[in-house]
């Protein structure tokens, strides 16, 4: 083995061990900003999110996808989950598939087919590239929920300037499609995701 990949290799395991410190250390805390290093991701399950050349279309941020908080310190949040907690890809994987299982099941009880939802992939960014947008004050709310099913990972990105209509506008939503990366369902092992 050559000088350099030991001092890689050896960087990269004083790396993991002094982040698994850190989270015994200082963990995080619900209603508190994400770790700057970590990553949110939110499961794309709506067929019709994704154009037909394979890159993330504008309704994903559309609809019921973005909220208002009444009780919150931020005007509008998008769930979504922590990398951090949400383990390995498979875990990853089997998150986006219940969650469609949920969602036709709610369609199928609307008297509707549900064929629109098929878990695609994911979108993802960097917490500290998402603190960075110069088109809104961002952050990442870890935020674990109990309701409709228990999510340890579940985190919110959030707007502390801009309420929901603002992700009316077409250009805003454009702006959020470039700045978040997709990565396919197919591809996910190449993506960063998943407890390595």
Known sequence: MAFPDLITRLSNI????????????????????????DIWFRC????????RNGTLHHAAFKGRAI?????????????GR???KAGTVEFIKADGNNRVNRQKESAIKEGKSGNEYA?????LKNVCEIRKFSFIKADVIYDPTEDPVYDEAHANFVSYDRDPVYFKDLEVLKMLCENFN?????????????NK
């Open 82 to 84: 922590l990398n951090s």
């Open 67 to 79: 909220s208002q908080p009444s009780h919150r310190r931020w005007l509008s949040e998008i769930s």
């Open 182 to 194: 997709y990565f396919p369902v197919l591809d996910l092992e190449k993506s960063p995701l998943g």
């Open 44 to 51: 794309i399950t709506n067929k019709s999110h994704i154009k």
């Open 14 to 37: 004083f790396s993991q061990f002094f982040r698994k410190l850190e989270d015994k250390l200082f963990p995080l805390k619900a209603g508190k900003p994400a770790k700057s290093d």
């Open 119 to 123: 878990f695609t992939g994911v979108i």
